[in-house]
């Protein structure tokens, strides 16, 4: 009887054991990047050991690494997987606005400095968790982020205040000037008097921490916006591929 309960016991622990093993075996950490897929002007780079490099198209960040442009420059960063090279859109090309996001892709605008503070990604195996953590210590950015899993994180810090963006497309200023075209995202920031401050910014609105001021978003904002968004959903994407047809036509003899 004591061996029968022994044995039992052995299998219960085991049991254990082994759930415990399969859950850690799905639960897969790995570390998520950003990848430079398209580059106007000139712009550097960090590891964060303070020694800048020349940023280039492919250049692959990393959490720590810091990007900033120069005058007259932006660069578009391609956040995880990147399914090919980056996509030439020809100028005069067409190209039309799409809502929905797909990929977390990052415009970083001139004179700005951001900073990779986090990028993480963990499969549990039902899903895939991802922490973004960014730090925009000057200038702006203009993001696409698509839809995450409940347990994940996406969050832009800034000089005065940090944004907690869901499945979102915002342009953030360093300033603290917050807009929305798609999602929702939700600002939090000190107040004058030392509060904390926080204000939810859906889509079509803007908000001002400096002047607290929540405002539907200019019309020529609002274009600005969907120009940008409509090159960034096409980055990293392959290109289509283009068929020539021959329309020759040949005189064949009745012989």
Known sequence: ??????????????????????????????????????????????????????????????????????????????LGEV?????????????SYRPEVDQDVIRVYDDSVLAFDKLAAMNTGADEVTETQLDLRAGRILGTVKKMAAASRYEIKIPNGVAGVRGTIYRISAAGI??????MLVISWTGADGSPMTQEVSAGFQFDIRTGLLTRMPEFEDRDMRGDCAVLQHMGKPAAKTVVVDKTLYYVSPK
């Open 1 to 78: 009887m004591k061996q029968t309960q022994k044995l039992f016991n052995w299998l219960i622990a085991g049991g254990i054991a082994l759930a415990m093993v399969t859950s850690l075996a799905a639960q897969t950490t790995k570390e998520r990047t950003g990848k430079i897929v398209r580059l106007k002007g000139d712009a550097r780079y960090s590891t964060g050991d303070s020694v800048w490099h020349k940023a280039k198209v492919g250049t692959v960040l990393k959490s720590g690494y810091l990007i900033q442009t120069a005058q007259k420059s932006h660069v578009d960063i391609v």
């Open 83 to 95: 399914d090919a090279g980056p996509t030439r859109v020809a100028v005069g090309e067409s190209l």
């Open 178 to 183: 917050v807009q929305v075209l798609n999602g």
